[in-house]
């Protein structure tokens, strides 16, 4: 999959005291840019320090259909798909809690190469785990 990012920020789930300020500047500011409210848009996480404790970075990005990608997740990569309840406000945040109690329990076996939530236009979201 190629995808055009739009913005990115760098951060830590557990160490970075600007997390929630990080993140959600960055889709204030990516939203701004996105003129095509028909695309699929991707919450990208990648560049990973180690696991889910260390630093990665956060890209906003969109399907790159025309221009130059600048971020290309591998066609043959595995995944769980994880739904997110769009109707949850904390929603997202709970399926990530989800990702990784099942981590820490073994259930779940990441690659951290690319992990993606894929925003539906029409309001279906679901996170994408890259599995070994």
């Given amino acids: 999959m190629k ?3 739009i913005q990115s920020v760098r951060t830590n789930n557990f160490n970075d005291d600007q997390l929630m300020q990080k993140i959600t500047g960055l889709w204030q500011e990516a939203s701004l840019r996105l ?3 028909d695309l699929l848009t991707y919450g990208v996480y990648h560049d990973y320090e180690s696991d889910y404790k260390g630093d990665y970075t ?3 990005a969109v399907e790159d259909r025309q221009g130059e990608s600048t971020l290309e997740i591998p066609d043959d990569a595995r995944y769980e798909i994880f739904p997110v309840d ?3 406000e904390q929603g997202v945040i709970r399926a990530w809690n989800t990702i990784w109690e099942r ?3 073994g259930t779940l076996h ?3 190469t690319y992990d993606y939530e894929k925003y ?3 309001g279906q979201i679901e996170i994408y785990i890259a599995i070994k």
């Fill in 58 to 60: 956060l890209s906003v």
């Fill in 3 to 5: 995808l055009t990012v």
């Fill in 35 to 37: 003129t095509d409210r």
């Fill in 120 to 122: 539906d236009p029409r």
């Fill in 103 to 105: 981590e820490n329990s």
């Fill in 110 to 112: 990441r690659a951290y």
């Fill in 86 to 88: 769009a109707t949850d």
